[in-house]
């Protein structure tokens, strides 16, 4: 099976058409058929709030006849059987939805509220990055939800979901009390839980939520210190690692489930073995409530096993993709695609966005990068169209980014095209006006400075910035740190003296918005480049404050336009990254977290894994 590879230059994305997530049938229709779209985040996202339903339809265990006129026929039958195999760079240290923090696994075994609408024509909005706009997101556990007044967020449960068939659960019924017993632990809000888990409190993602109740067996109803629904659509909805169902009895009798002999939750599969920095092996959940909403009558999930093996080395993990040892492989460069492609052209390639633009940054309360004259010059110094075009073969689109990753259209953010001339000229590679600039600010021969590397950046990237700092006078010297004790020096304790270069950089951000307006907040926790900017503190409490979108996604605009204007990074380029996949797995174009989710894991692992399916046919003809 040949397929050429997908690459994305200048902004437009090519993907097979393909489908995506929900956990509730869909009653909208889609006629387009375009598979060449550069389909974002808000490109078309509703600003009202809806409740959604939820049809049960009876179930067989045999695959569905496929019918005419729905767009996902062309994609072949699911099938029964098979294991999904796939790699993650790091150990697996968390099976507890208390800690939050530390890769997971938990989506696989656990579940959430809310979750990814899988009828959806990928030509309408296809989920290649974190943003989920509301009318995008569909009920999971949830059959369907409200907001009944202006703070008010109702969910109603579906009927029959049980807990996995494992003591201390022994497959009890899945209710309301559940979620209130999860949320409760989770953030300290009764139910003798009096202190948030140190996750919850420094993400600051529901401080905002006064009180949880179910008042009946399947209604639980949020009360939100907020009126803004926009703020509490993303808080409920947010893919974040703590909003994972943990099982009542189970912390009752172990006080945590960290232990992953204990691992126990309602989705589709159960964790059966674990061997440290080795693998992990789940097995198919045989009382799984969930049904293909594509094909209502195919109990889920297809797959009889999902595998995951622990790779921190992506030599390692290449040779396992080129001999059909994994299935999928996420965070592939430009240049081991094109490597892959030339040894194994029959593997898939999908160009996916990055999540965030690679940056430089700078402590803002540092000399000499207080003075807002350096930061410019810093800026100026660098080519970014010659980056794109020499170190990314054309690959990356060749201007700067902002705080909201330009993927996120429909009026979120201020992307590039949108500045206004003064502005982009600050952006404009000019290493004689840089000179002047660090002249007028006391430097007529440059400085000498730090950086601290994070050892899973791209260490190519920083020499060639090192060398633009060079041509103006600056003289870097980098000091390169393995992941943790990076995030350790640098993001925790900020330790730090002058820059850091992080793997996820500060800018490009594909997030939810009112997450993004708190990046740069005085004090916030994720605030690692110390920046104090009275302007700036004012944006996040008025979008909070807003009762529509519209106020809203100006506060971003503004946000967005400070942070380009006060250079609080210096700005790179948002690359793309690849995907690789067997050709025999299906169902997979590169839906954001079903495979990878950084340093937490896949967060939708256990929905998509359950969806997807392996055509074996195929694979035993490939000699696997």
Request: overall charge neutral; hydrophobic content about 35%.
């Amino acid at each position: 099976m040949k397929n050429k590879l997908f690459w994305f230059s200048f902004g437009l994305l090519t993907v097979t058409a393909m489908l995506l997530a929900s956990c509730t049938t869909s009653t909208s229709t889609s006629t387009s058929t375009s598979t060449a779209v550069q389909t974002t985040a808000a490109s078309t996202a509703s600003q009202t709030i809806t409740t959604r339903t939820t049809t049960t339809t009876s179930a067989t265990t045999t695959p569905a006849t496929t019918t005419a006129g729905n767009w996902w026929t062309k994609l072949g039958t699911p099938q029964y059987g098979g294991t999904i195999t796939l790699r993650l760079d790091r150990d697996v240290v968390n099976y507890d939805s208390y800690p939050g923090a530390g890769m997971s696994i938990n989506a696989a075994f656990m579940e959430k509220i809310h979750c990814d609408d899988w009828t959806l024509d990928p030509a309408v909005f296809d989920y290649r990055i974190g943003f989920r706009p509301n009318n995008f997101v569909k009920g999971n556990v949830a059959a369907t939800w409200e907001i009944t007044d202006p703070g008010t967020y109702v969910i109603h449960l579906r009927p029959g979901i049980h807990w996995q068939d494992i003591y201390p659960a022994n497959g009890r019924e899945f209710i309301a009390d559940d979620i209130v017993f999860h949320y409760d632990r989770m953030y300290g809000l009764g139910g003798g839980f009096t202190k948030p888990s140190t996750f919850a409190s420094s993400a600051s993602i529901f401080k905002n939520l006064k009180s949880i109740t179910a008042t009946d067996k399947y209604t639980v109803v949020f009360v939100w210190n907020t009126t803004n629904p926009e703020a509490i659509m993303e808080n409920m909805q947010t893919s974040s690692s703590d909003q994972f169902m943990e099982n009542s009895e189970a912390i009752k009798l172990w006080g945590d489930v960290s232990d992953w002999h204990h691992a126990i939750g309602t989705g589709p599969f159960i964790l059966k073995d674990f061997v440290s920095g080795s693998s992990a092996t789940l097995v198919k959940n045989p009382n799984y409530w969930g049904y293909d909403e594509r094909y209502p009558q195919n109990k889920l999930p297809y797959v009889d096993q999902l595998k995951i093996l622990i790779m921190p080395d992506n030599a390692t993990a290449m040779a396992a993709m080129r001999t059909g040892k994994i299935d999928v492989m996420s965070q592939i460069s430009f240049a081991n695609a094109q490597s892959i492609q030339k040894t194994n052209p029959e593997i898939v390639q999908l160009g996916i966005p990055l999540g965030q633009a690679s940056t430089v940054d700078p402590r803002n309360d540092a000399a000499p990068f207080t003075d807002i004259r350096v930061r410019q010059a810093m800026q100026m110094a660098i080519n970014l169209p010659d980056i794109a075009k020499s170190y990314y073969q054309g690959t990356a689109e060749p201007v700067p980014a902002s705080m909201t990753s330009r993927y996120m259209k429909g009026g979120y953010g201020f992307p590039y095209e949108d500045w206004p001339q003064d502005l982009k000229d600050q952006y404009t590679y000019n290493p004689t006006a840089a000179k002047q600039l660090l002249a007028t600010a006391g430097f007529p021969s440059g400085f000498k400075t730090t950086i601290i590397a994070d050892a899973a950046a791209d260490p190519d990237l920083l020499q060639i910035v090192k060398s633009y700092f060079s041509a103006v006078g600056i003289d870097m010297t980098i000091q390169t740190m393995d992941s943790p004790s990076w995030i350790a020096v640098v993001r925790n304790s900020k330790k730090y003296d002058q820059m850091a270069f992080p793997s996820s950089g500060d800018l490009g951000f594909t997030y939810e918005p009112m997450r993004q307006l708190n990046r740069y907040l005085t004090g916030y926790t994720a605030n690692y480049n110390m920046v104090t900017d009275p302007v700036y503190d004012t944006f996040a409490p008025k979008a909070l404050a807003a009762t529509n979108v519209d106020v809203i996604k100006q506060a971003l605009k503004d946000a967005n336009e400070r942070v380009a204007r006060q250079h609080y990074v210096i700005s790179l380029l948002q690359p793309y990254l690849f995907e690789l996949t067997q050709p025999w797995l299906k169902g997979y174009t590169g839906q954001n977290n079903a495979f990878w989710g950084g340093t937490n894991g896949p967060q939708l692992l256990g929905f998509y894994g359950a969806r997807f399916w392996i055509d074996q046919k195929l694979k035993t003809s490939s000699g696997h």
